[in-house]
């Protein structure tokens, strides 16, 4: 069984920064990519930033300049650091990690079970 643990999310002012956590654990093989999601009421998902195992990382436009996504594999955890941040930031963040368990053959994707930002104007 694999599980994945978000922490760091809460409310902050326009112009703050905010960093946030994703740690997997359990029957872990290997993982592949790792990345954050966020859906605000009213809104289209999207993704807000991806980083593959090797350090390779993409970001949602409106990311672009202002978030760093980054990983420590020794940890299996993954890591969004937020600057600058902005009223639209606004929105429930969740990682996703591509993993492979001991009892698989193929890699899974997992979902954190979300934590709250919330930038004030």
């Known amino acids: 069984q694999v599980q994945l643990v978000e922490s760091g999310g809460g409310s902050v002012q326009a112009g703050g920064s905010l960093e946030l956590s994703c740690a997997a654990s359990?029957?872990?093989?290997?993982?592949?990519?790792m990345g954050w999601y966020r859906q605000a009421p009213g809104k289209q998902g999207e993704l807000v930033a991806a980083i593959t195992r090797a350090g390779t990382t993409n970001y949602a436009d409106s990311a672009k300049g202002r978030f760093t996504i980054s990983r420590d594999n020794a940890k299996n955890t993954v890591y969004l650091q937020m600057n600058s941040l902005k009223p639209e930031d606004t929105a429930v963040y969740y990682c996703?990690?591509?993993?492979?368990?001991?009892?698989?053959?193929?890699?899974?994707?997992?979902w954190g079970q979300g934590t709250q930002v919330t930038v004030s104007s």
């Open positions: 996703n990690a591509d993993v492979r368990s001991w009892s698989d053959t193929t890699y899974h994707g997992y």
């Open positions: 359990g029957s872990i093989f290997s993982i592949n990519a």
